[in-house]
């Protein structure tokens, strides 16, 4: 399974502000796994979640998982592995989840280090790169959203908002 760009564009658009938490005591940004759960739903119709080990030492917990994305997992589905740590099984569990979310674009801007110089701009750019593609006569390719938190003041990116009710917003 090859994602089109407009999917990549979709995956990678950053949670809105009102679903990001901060974590004391360092204020560590977050997002509850429950949420990335739900978009895998709504964009892929499914997803496979396979713990492959669980490590406790040191009163630390270490769990190794996939992410498969799709209905059923298969020689064609693109899977993301990772590790996640905690001080305990579910925390540890929820972070593998997550992280591996990130290798596939989603929540990967809670990972950001503005401070160290690395802000979030992927999104950004692909979706810049699907405007310019786009055959669409309004340079607006169909399925493809626009954020201002995803766009900031970037004016070459039409802006397109969703009332919270609107039936044809994506989540």
Request: charged share 30%.
């Amino acid at each position: 399974m090859n994602r089109t760009h407009t999917e990549l564009v979709r995956d990678t658009e950053p949670f809105p502000d009102k679903m990001i938490q901060e974590l004391p005591p360092r204020g560590d940004r977050y997002v509850p796994w429950v949420q990335y759960a739900q978009r895998l739903l709504l964009h892929y119709g499914g997803y496979t979640w396979q713990v492959g080990e669980v490590i406790h030492a040191d009163n630390t917990w270490a769990v190794i998982g996939t992410l498969y994305l799709g209905e059923q997992p298969d020689a064609d589905s693109q899977s993301y592995s990772a590790v996640g740590e905690d001080d305990s099984p579910t925390a540890a569990e929820s972070n593998a989840f997550k992280r591996a979310c990130a290798k596939a674009g989603i929540g990967l801007h809670l990972y950001e280090n503005i401070e160290k110089g690395n802000p979030y701009w992927l999104h950004n750019q692909l979706a810049k790169d699907a405007v310019a593609d786009s055959d669409e006569p309004d340079g607006d390719p169909e399925g493809v959203r626009f954020n201002e938190a995803a766009t900031g003041d970037d004016k070459d990116v039409e802006d397109k908002q969703y009332a919270d009710d609107d039936p044809q917003r994506p989540f």
